[in-house]
């Protein structure tokens, strides 16, 4: 059994049906995989998960054509096979629209490397291509805002980076850059008050602060203002 499991993990459909078809001869309403709660004695509905879970890992690397026939394969042993088994209220059967959904976020990786890496340009527009992949991606996950401008999304990470480097007026820059294009993203307003807070501005970070909180109370976003309020307790110790 563990053999035929082996060859159906590596997309070796036709060796692993052979060998759960040898299995079943010898002992008839064998449970083809005693790892699941489900009694399987079907070859095909048994292979269709795993052929699944490779599918998965080539669309999570950008592979989407070759994802795509991957699911498709699973839906031909399988035709009720779940594309998507992390999903618990529905049940997934569009392998392209899957296939793409997942290959989003890696894409978003990709390109904030390039922003990371001062290409503005090519990080705005790989963006721009994980969003046409998936609409609903969201361009920079460690906030708790989705969010889907590329633009400010790449001058978010290059000013990251920036900060990372103590190059503080080159992320000032980018940060005033996000302002430009939305004076409510108050993530950049923050951060602004803090590189501020750190070049000895007290009341110019105080302004970019409060402003920050203001967006943030008015946003509904507890835990941020919380964080802001504490960053101007902070500054006031100072």
Do not use: C
Not at 27 to 55: H, M
Not at 67 to 93: G, M, R, S, Y
Not at 121 to 135: D, R, V, W
Not at 189 to 216: C, F, M, P, V
């Amino acid at each position: 059994m563990t053999d035929a499991i082996a060859l159906a993990k590596s997309n070796d459909i036709k060796g692993a049906i052979a060998l759960f078809k040898k299995a079943e001869q010898f002992s008839p309403g064998i449970d083809l995989n005693p790892d699941t709660k489900e009694l399987d004695t079907n070859p095909q509905t048994t292979i269709a998960p795993f052929i699944v879970q490779n599918a998965i890992v080539l669309a999570k690397n950008n592979d989407i054509e070759d994802a795509i026939a991957l699911f498709k394969q699973a839906q031909e042993l399988n035709a009720d096979v779940d594309l998507n088994p992390d999903t618990k209220d529905k049940i997934e059967q569009d392998a392209e629209a899957l296939a793409k959904e997942l290959a989003a976020p890696s894409i978003v990786r990709d390109a904030i490397a390039l922003a990371k890496s001062n290409d503005i340009k090519g990080a705005i527009a790989l963006f721009q291509k994980a969003q046409k992949l998936n609409s609903n991606v969201d361009l920079i996950p460690h906030t708790e805002e989705l969010d889907k401008n590329p633009s400010i999304s790449a001058y978010l990470y290059r000013a990251i980076n920036y900060y990372g480097q103590e190059e503080f007026n080159s992320a000032l820059e980018d940060l005033d850059k996000i302002i430009e294009i939305n004076s409510n993203y108050a993530y950049a307003h923050w951060g602004k008050g803090d590189i501020l807070s750190k070049l000895g501005k007290k009341q110019k970070a105080r302004n970019s602060l409060e402003t920050a909180a203001k967006l943030y109370k008015k946003q509904g976003n507890i835990e941020y203002y919380q964080g802001v309020i504490q960053a101007l307790e902070e500054l006031d110790s100072k």
